[in-house]
């Protein structure tokens, strides 16, 4: 059975940072294309950002960009997503997601990602 689990979302201060981990279980994700999303209390799922397995290809949501980075540990099938200077719209309900491919393609496409973690709460206070 295949699953992602996220860990590392809370409640921080604005302004703060919190690193978000994502680990998954029951299939390698080494050759995959990995991503993260978000949804907010009466909105729709948002892209927030994504790196094809290699890391050579990387893509933000324009409203992240300069704040958050995903990175990701192969060996320890493993995608992090580092918030920094966190703002109090950055709350939300934040998914890992994988890819069964590697494409660096449409990443921003949720519909092409076929594995959802259970999502991870982060809230930011202003």
């Known amino acids: 059975q295949v699953q992602l689990v996220e860990s590392g979302g809370g409640l921080v201060q604005a302004g703060n940072s919190l690193r978000l981990s994502c680990a998954a279980s029951g299939r390698t994700f080494s050759r995959s294309t990995m991503g993260w999303f978000r949804q907010a209390p009466g909105k729709e799922r948002e892209f927030v950002a994504a790196m094809t397995w290699s890391g050579d290809v990387t893509s933000y949501a324009d409203s992240v960009k300069g704040r958050f980075t995903i990175s990701r540990d192969n060996p320890k099938n493993t995608v992090y997503l580092q918030m920094n200077r966190l703002k109090p719209e950055d709350t939300a309900v934040y998914y890992c997601?994988?890819?069964?491919?590697?494409?660096?393609?449409?990443?921003?496409?949720?519909?092409?990602?076929?594995?959802w973690g259970q999502g991870t709460q982060v809230t930011v206070s202003s």
């Open positions: 997601a994988g890819r069964t491919d590697s494409s660096s393609n449409s990443l921003s496409w949720h519909i092409l990602y076929g594995y």
